[in-house]
Structures are given as structure tokens and as C-alpha cells.
């Protein structure tokens, strides 16, 4: 059964530091896998998204994620965080052979002035 | 381009009243979805739709009814809401394959 797994519960980082939020994927084959933000009380935005092209995926402000077949991973990052990026991330992915979408459970992430 | 829209943004029902959420979409999507949002449990899927006149049960499709009797809409109803139905729900529609989901921006439901 495919699976997706955030390994972060919750993430604090400081305003201008790196941020990286990770998130492993199990599946028969390379799935699509996307990043979504929710920033409090807002429906979910699409960051960015992985479809078998390139493996270093560049999204919106500044986020992006390197797919990782070996690993099974699928790593969020962005070289500076923003207080603007406080918000919750999951990391998806397709169900097999399915339209259907698999969520992660969720990373919090805190930006501390 | 509207995207994704839900009517309404707030709902107070009390145990055993009906309601009827309303997803719009206006970007032609084949699929569409109803997912509820509860702390700690992340979004579960309630009933899909990939189609006209197609609906299917999703993971938690007990006490909600659908339907899809126009393409751009996907109606999520409660026929006799109970205080286990209090959530946040989402609406959200896609295209054929595996392309991303867009999402609405979320009904609040609150059963007394």
C-alpha cells in the first residue's frame, strides 16, 4: 500500500535560516508527489510538484524539493526562511493507479524572529 | 477565474438538522473531491466524483450524501448532522491523471 511519511511533526526555525521539512514516500513505482502550504484558517496551496521529469523541483516563493529515488525521499527546503512561511505543510502523493491523493500527516512550521 | 469556491464559509447546526454544502469550480475539472479536516488526523477523503452524474465513496463517506448533476458543481449534504460531523471541509477539483488537486477555501461545521 502506498504510504507517505513526514518525519517532523512540527519545525522551528529562526527568520533567515534554512528551512528543510522531510517527507518519505513508499510506492510500487515513481509517483507524482506535490507539496502543499495552509497557512491558518486557508484552504490548502499547491508549492510545487514532481511528475517524472526533472528531480530538483523549483515551486513558489522560493521552496523547492529534490525527489530522491534511492532514498524514497522527497525533501522540502528553501535556503531563507521568511516569517510569511509559518504555516503547516503536507507532502502528497498519488494513489496507484488511482486519481486519488495520499496526505501526510502534516509538518508545523514555526519561524522565530 | 473564481478557481475553487465554497458556499458557506461558516455553519452552526445543531444534533439531527440537514445541510447542504456547495462546491463550485470553474476551471472545465473532470474530478472533484469532498475531504474533512479534523486536528491530528490530517484530510480524509469523504465521497469523489469523476465526473457528470458520477459519484464514489471515499475513506469516511458515513452520514454525507453527494451529487454531481452539473460538471462545475459537487454537492456534499448532511442529512442528520451529529456532533461527530464537526470539521473543517474541503472541496477540491482536478484534471484527469496524476495532476495536483485545487483546493477551496474550506466550510467550518460545527454540530451542537
Known amino acids: 500500500a502506498q504510504s507517505v511519511t513526514q518525519l517532523d511533526s512540527h519545525v522551528s526555525v529562526s527568520e533567515g535560516t534554512p528551512v528543510l521539512l522531510r517527507c518519505n514516500y513508499s510506492?510500487?513505482?515513481?509517483?507524482?508527489l506535490f507539496w502543499y502550504v495552509q497557512h491558518p484558517n486557508k484552504g490548502l496551496q499547491l508549492l510545487l510538484k514532481?511528475?517524472?521529469?526533472?528531480?530538483l523541483v523549483k515551486g513558489i516563493n522560493g521552496f523547492e524539493a529534490e525527489f530522491k529515488k534511492s532514498e524514497t525521499s522527497f525533501h522540502l527546503t528553501k535556503p531563507s526562511a521568511h516569517m510569511s512561511d509559518a504555516a503547516e505543510y503536507f507532502c502528497v502523493s498519488h494513489l496507484d493507479s488511482s486519481y486519488k491523493l495520499i496526505f501526510g500527516s502534516g509538518t508545523r512550521l514555526l519561524v522565530r524572529p | 477565474n473564481a478557481g475553487v469556491t465554497q458556499t458557506p464559509k461558516f455553519r452552526v447546526l445543531k444534533t439531527g438538522q440537514s445541510m447542504t454544502l456547495l462546491c463550485a469550480q470553474d476551471m472545465n475539472h473532470e474530478y472533484m473531491y469532498w475531504y474533512r479536516q479534523d486536528p491530528g488526523m490530517g484530510l480524509r477523503l469523504i465521497h469523489y466524483?469523476?465526473?457528470?452524474?458520477?459519484?464514489a465513496k471515499g475513506e469516511v463517506p458515513d452520514g454525507y450524501n453527494v451529487s454531481r448533476l452539473k460538471k462545475q458543481n459537487f454537492l456534499l449534504g448532511l442529512e442528520s448532522a451529529a456532533p461527530s460531523q464537526t470539521s473543517v471541509y474541503f472541496c477540491a477539483s482536478g484534471d484527469r491523471g496524476y495532476n495536483e488537486q485545487f483546493f477551496g477555501p474550506g466550510t467550518r461545521l460545527t454540530v451542537l
Open positions: 466524483s469523476v465526473g457528470e452524474g458520477t459519484t
Open positions: 510506492s510500487s513505482y515513481s509517483p507524482s
Open positions: 514532481y511528475t517524472s521529469a526533472a528531480t
